[in-house]
């Protein structure tokens, strides 16, 4: 059992819980994810360590409610307890050891930039954190990674810094000052536009990617991604990938397996499938 | 020797019939197939071992079962200890009772199967097992005093849970990591529900507990702890972490929606219990026509379940013919009851998507039987110009797994064979001291007794192994 110790509301839908999970405080490393599962039938869910606390045995998990599971963990208030934490899985994150990094941060994703800039700003790596979400109050992290480097803020209608995508204010911090590595997390399709910025530019670029997980120990296969011409598990693999080479369009085609699936289902629940798959049997 | 018929008599008696589930009904629930044997049953069945004096039945047990022997205890009367006999050769019999693949081992053997049906050897073993799980109070346990040393298993399958009992039994301090939220290894993710009920694992796996045995489940070995940091902390260490990589066909369209590995499609349904969906948080795609391409027992596991989530057409596509598949022919048997279709010499060579990137067939090539290859089986070869089309909207890929790399390339001092398994020892020792490794990640997917034989022995090993060894300190106990 591992004890909510702290919660903390950082967006309408996205919520800090710090959690005791004593042996992955002390190892984790910027990059790597967690499986949890809350109990009972619950799924396993993956989720980045945003941060640790190795002193107090605790780990940071910064969550976006988006389906079921999702939401039911960001309700846990401290002294709630999640069943299973299993951890730290994948691998950490490439690191440069001088010069300048840009960290670009969509929505929850900004989270887990976070300990990536954590990671290279200790290393005395140069810092920028490019972070962006619909209006002000989507933004978050905003703080802790000013503590790390300069941070340049996008909201899409421009209630706070710049109006536009984190895409606009990479390309032109790109073309004035320049980076020699651009790490990206996001939604797919920022992560897909920030590639395809950074390739003709030859500006290495690293994206973790989020496919659907099952086991997250390379078991199932259900993560796959193809980067480059190969077939990859993004859980063993990953989940970070040179962008330059993943596939985005498969990615994000394979996250809606689930999402469809569900729309199908309640389709096919008031008459008969014509879509071609049935509804899930009520057992 | 109690038992008053004669030889005459006992050959006059048929082999017993599994009571089972009604193949209709079945074929829409996840409940256990086999019903198991009443006790009037059982006791007809086990009159029908002969006694031989030189019993061949053993030489066919991998584990060397002393099968008359736990048979003649039932015919007289003493299932207590019919049951501490059994248990004394193999840790789990309820479930070898259940998966073994006895008519290629124990009752091929069997002099009965001669002139007839051999004795129904799994059947018996599995109702001795049965009644032992729910008499527990009336076995003995005997169990060495505490050696003071700590010995940590990597993975909770067969063959490590295996290694533990007999570990803790020897005395030892027991502690298994496992990746997974549950125990069991392939037993709870992999064999479904209505071939191995879970609650059998859970029980064996709680009786283990009851015997001192730690399990802590979330623990990835190579990333949470890695092995040298279990050699440090541990006086001897057990690798038994399966092999659970899948493996897939490499043909295009393999990552459309609607293509599961078999490991996945599986564990979605077993282990997540996306069956009772939306009950369980865990979906998994249904499907109209299921296609299964594979063989094997996975593959057969596959369809069975493919079958009992609602497709209305679950199929096999395997590349040779029946003679040749590896399944079991009780599998392959129930199977055909329930209503799955094989197709045979059939080959997938492409996925093919819709629009929006749903699998909606597969593009097979017809195969022949052509000479036989290393295994001795018949290689099979493409008829050039055979091409046809399997509609289907769910792939499951059951062709194989290999050696889970995850531990392994954390430790690359443990030497490793070509195909990515532990070698080991006769004593089942790694190329590390007092690292051990036994069941699929040393043999590549086997069966089930084979990874518990593994984990028996190496126990023992182990035992001996660490008896040799100078306490670092003499507080250490
Ligand atoms: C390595 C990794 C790290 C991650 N880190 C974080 C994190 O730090 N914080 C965070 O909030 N989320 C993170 N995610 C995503 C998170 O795991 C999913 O949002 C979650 O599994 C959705 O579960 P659900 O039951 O709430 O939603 P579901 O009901 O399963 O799905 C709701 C919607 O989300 C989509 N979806 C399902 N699974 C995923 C997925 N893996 N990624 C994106 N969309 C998905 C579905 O298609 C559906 O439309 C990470 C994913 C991975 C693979
Ligand atoms: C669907 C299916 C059906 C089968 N049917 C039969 C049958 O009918 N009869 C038969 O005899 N055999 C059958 N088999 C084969 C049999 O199940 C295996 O040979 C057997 O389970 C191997 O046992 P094991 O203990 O070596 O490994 P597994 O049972 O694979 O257990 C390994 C365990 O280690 C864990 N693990 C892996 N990596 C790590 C790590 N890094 N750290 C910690 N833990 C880890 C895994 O999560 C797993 O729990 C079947 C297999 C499958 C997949
Ligand atoms: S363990 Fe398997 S092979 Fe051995 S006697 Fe039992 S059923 Fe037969
Ligand atoms: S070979 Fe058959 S008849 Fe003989 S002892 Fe074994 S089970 Fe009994
Ligand atoms: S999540 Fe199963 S292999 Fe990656």
């Known amino acids: 059992m591992h004890r909510v110790v702290h919660r903390r509301q950082l967006s309408p839908n996205v919520t800090l819980l710090e959690v005791e999970a004593a042996r992955i405080a002390q190892i984790r490393r910027p990059g790597q994810f967690v499986i949890v599962r809350l109990g009972g039938n619950a799924e396993r869910i993956p989720l980045t360590i945003a941060d640790a606390h190795p002193a107090a045995g605790t780990i940071t998990l910064v969550i976006q409610a988006v389906g079921k599971s999702t939401r039911e963990l960001v309700a846990l208030q401290p002294g709630q307890a999640i069943q299973d934490i299993a951890g730290p899985l994948g691998h950490p994150t490439e690191q440069i050891d001088a010069g300048h990094a840009v960290c670009v941060g969509g929505g929850v994703g900004t989270a887990v930039v976070h300990p990536i800039a954590q990671g290279l700003h200790r290393k005395g790596v140069n810092v920028t954190s490019i972070i962006g979400g619909r209006s002000r109050e989507w933004v978050i992290f905003e703080p802790e990674l000013r503590a790390l480097g300069d941070v340049i803020v996008c909201t899409d209608d421009g209630s706070y810094g ?95 397996t689930y999402r469809e699936f569900e729309q199908r289902a309640a389709q096919c629940a008031d008459g008969p499938c014509r879509i071609g798959l049935a509804a899930p049997t009520a057992a | 020797m109690s038992s008053a018929l004669t030889p005459r008599e006992r050959m006059k008696l048929d082999r017993q019939k599994m009571p089972e589930q009604d193949p209709a009904a079945r074929a829409r629930n996840f409940a256990e197939v086999n019903l198991g044997f009443p006790e009037q049953m059982a006791l007809i069945e086990a009159e029908r071992c002969l006694q031989c004096k030189d019993p061949r039945c053993i030489k066919g047990c991998p584990v060397k079962v002393n099968i008359p022997r736990f048979i003649e205890l039932m015919t007289e009367g003493n299932i207590a200890a019919a049951a501490q006999s059994l248990l004394d050769d193999n840790a789990l019999p309820g479930v070898t009772g259940r998966v073994c693949p006895q008519e290629t081992q124990c009752e091929i053997e069997c002099i009965r199967g001669n002139k007839g049906m051999p004795v129904g050897i799994g059947y018996l073993e599995r109702y001795v097992a049965d009644w032992a799980r729910n008499h527990r109070d009336q076995l003995a346990t005997s169990k060495a005093p505490p050696t003071g040393r700590r010995v940590v298993v990597v993975g909770s399958g067969p063959s490590g849970l295996t290694a533990a009992g007999e570990l803790a039994r020897l005395g030892h301090d027991v502690t298994v990591y496992e990746a997974l939220h549950k125990p069991g290894g392939v037993l709870v993710y992999g064999i479904p529900e209505f071939r191995l009920p879970k609650k ?278």
């Open chain 2, 200 to 477: 059998i694992v859970e029980q064996e796996v709680e009786r283990l507990q009851a015997a001192g045995v730690k399990i802590e489940c979330n623990v990835v070995v190579g990333r949470t702890y890695t092995l040298q940091e279990l050699r440090e902390q541990f006086d001897a260490v057990f690798i038994a972490n399966g092999a659970g990589l899948p493996v897939f066909m490499n043909v295009p369209g393999e990552n459309l929606k609607g293509v599961y590995s078999a490991n996945e499609y599986l564990t979605r349904v077993n282990l997540m219990a996306a069956y009772e969906f939306p009950r369980a948080d865990t979906p998994v795609l249904v499907g109209r026509r299921v296609a299964v391409v594979g063989g094997g027992n996975v593959a057969m596991d596959a369809v069975r379940t493919a079958r009992r989530l609602g497709a209305e057409q679950a199929l096999i596509l395997y590349r040779r013919t029946k003679t040749e598949m590896p399944a079991r022919v009780e599998e392959i048997h129930h199977a055909e009851e329930e209503g799955i279709h094989f197709e045979f010499l059939t080959a997938p060579v492409e996925v093919l998507g819709n629009e929006k990137r749903w699998v909606r067939g597969l593009k097979c090539v017809r195969m022949k039987l052509g000479e036989p290859d290393a295994s001795g089986r018949a290689r099979p070869e493409p008829i050039p110009g055979s091409e046809f089309i399997v509609d289907c909207d769910v792939v499951v890929v059951a062709i194989g797994t290999r050696a889970n790399p995850l531990l392994t390339s954390t430790c690359p001092e443990l030497k490793l064979n070509r195909h990515g398994n532990i070698v080991v020892d006769e004593q089942g020792m790694t190329s590390l001291p007092g690292v051990f490794a036994g069941g699929d990640i040393v043999r590549g997917a086997a069966t089930v007794i084979l990874a518990m034989g593994d984990g028996k022995r190496a126990a023992r090993a182990i035992d001996t192994w660490l008896a040799a060894q100078p306490r670092p300190t003499p507080s250490a106990g």
């Open chain 1, 162 to 256: 710049r109006k536009g995508f984190v895409t606009d204010a990479l390309k032109d911090l790109l073309t004035t000052v320049g980076a020699d590595i651009v790490y990206a997390v996001g939604p797919v399709p920022m992560m897909r536009a920030v590639a395809n910025l950074t390739r003709p530019l030859q500006v290495r670029t690293i994206v973790s990617l989020n496919p659907v997980m099952v086991d997250g120990t390379g078991m199932c296969g259900g993560c796959r991604v193809s980067v480059g011409a190969e077939t990859r598990f993004a859980c063993v693999d990953g989940p970070e990938f040179d962008g330059h080479l993943v596939d985005f369009d498969e990615l994000m085609d394979r996250l809606g």
